[in-house]
């Protein structure tokens, strides 16, 4: 069974920090050539792309609201992904989702997702 699943979720305040990790099961991100992509829905808000890191070059990309603040990982060897998040703000609140597929941050180029992780961050 293909599983993706999220942790490192929280409540936390402002100008906190927050580690999510994805965990896969059922599939290899490396050998099945999977981009990691990392995706958040707040209340009255459309789903948005986060993040997103390739498997061959470990190439990545991030939205222009958490650039310079998020830091997007994977340990192939542990088939895990990370989204550090420093210098959190209330914006962030969300349910943090993250998602095995192609490359790129819309929600139709990926084929896994994980069930999410809430994130609320207090002012």
């Known amino acids: 069974e293909v599983q993706l699943v999220e942790s490192g979720g929280g409540l936390v305040q402002t100008g906190g920090s927050l580690r999510l990790s994805c965990a896969a099961s059922g599939f290899t991100f490396a050998f099945d050539d999977y981009a990691i992509g990392w995706f958040r829905h707040a209340p009255g808000k459309e789903r948005e792309g986060v993040s997103c890191i390739n498997n061959s070059k470990g190439k990545t990309h991030y939205a222009d609201p958490v650039k310079g603040r998020f830091t997007i990982s994977r340990d192939n060897a542990k088939n895990t992904g990370y989204l550090q998040m420093n210098s959190l703000k209330p914006d962030d609140t969300a349910v943090y989702y993250c998602?095995?597929?192609?490359?790129?941050?819309?929600?139709?180029?990926?084929?896994?997702w994980g069930q999410g992780t809430q994130v609320t961050v207090s002012s």
């Open positions: 998602a095995a597929g192609r490359w790129g941050t819309r929600s139709d180029q990926y084929d896994y």
